[in-house]
């Protein structure tokens, strides 16, 4: 009897064990099973809606802002050299009416500086390079414009998420001082929220900074080209007037 015994108790604590270890495994599992959209949405949930919801209208803001800049910084980006030379080729054989026709039916802000030099070709060289220079610095703008909130929403983010991480140590410690007892399971939350918040604004910083580096590289480049066509135009009316 006492053996049937032992091995009774032996069998229904294999089992129990048995019946514990395929419960551990099937919540790796399911754990295992979350996608990163899944997990993604539940870190932001955990980490509170305040803060959260600042930072992710902070990354939809900027993303909004960077994608219309760089539609429009590439519908903006012109072959300067096939202009110049169609612009050369209008000069030569219809004169400056000819050009300033192939320079309306461009886009861009090179065509658009092309036009201004032109139209006021006829006056002096001096009053065309006034005018090239002057029009250059509104084209500009117009490339820059709306870019300085993508540095604010850059400098913003994190900013947001540090000052979840300082409520949330904050929160902690109030629960501490209101137990009288120093409790993992008391600051736990706390802590947690506060480095969700701070993890988030980071993403979306580093995400913006991204943007924000390739829009900054395709102003720069498009200057360059103003910059360039402009020296070309006073070339090409240098040598028409002569």
């Keep these: 009897m006492a053996i049937g015994t032992v091995n009774a108790n032996a069998t229904t604590a294999f089992a129990s064990a048995t019946a514990t270890v395929t419960t ?101 060289i001096d009053a065309a390079e006034k005018a090239v220079v002057a029009y250059g610095g509104v084209q500009m703008g117009q490339l820059e414009k709306n870019v300085s909130w993508i540095s604010l929403f850059i400098a913003l983010a994190p900013m947001l998420g540090f000052m979840g991480t300082v409520i949330g140590m904050i929160q902690a410690f109030d629960k501490i001082e209101a137990a009288g007892d120093m409790q993992p399971s008391l600051v736990a939350g706390g802590i947690k929220v506060a480095l969700l918040t701070t993890v988030f604004g980071l993403i979306v910083a580093i995400i913006l900074q991204i943007f924000y580096n390739y829009i900054i590289a395709k102003i720069d480049s498009i200057v360059n080209d103003m910059e360039d066509a402009s020296i070309t135009l006073m070339d090409l009316l240098v040598r028409h007037k002569k």
């Design 24 to 124: 551990v495994t099937q919540d790796d599992a399911a754990a295992e099973d979350l996608t990163f959209h899944q997990e993604l949405k539940k870190r932001f949930i955990e980490g509170g809606p305040g803060f959260m919801g600042i930072v992710l209208l902070c990354l939809i803001l900027g993303l909004a802002i960077a994608i219309e800049r760089i539609i429009f910084l590439n519908l903006s980006t012109t072959n300067t050299k096939k202009l110049t030379q169609n612009v050369e080729d209008a000069l030569n054989s219809g004169g400056i009416e000819a050009a300033k026709e192939v320079c309306r039916n461009t886009k861009g802000p090179v065509a658009s500086i092309f036009y201004q030099g032109l139209d006021r070709a006829d006056e002096d």
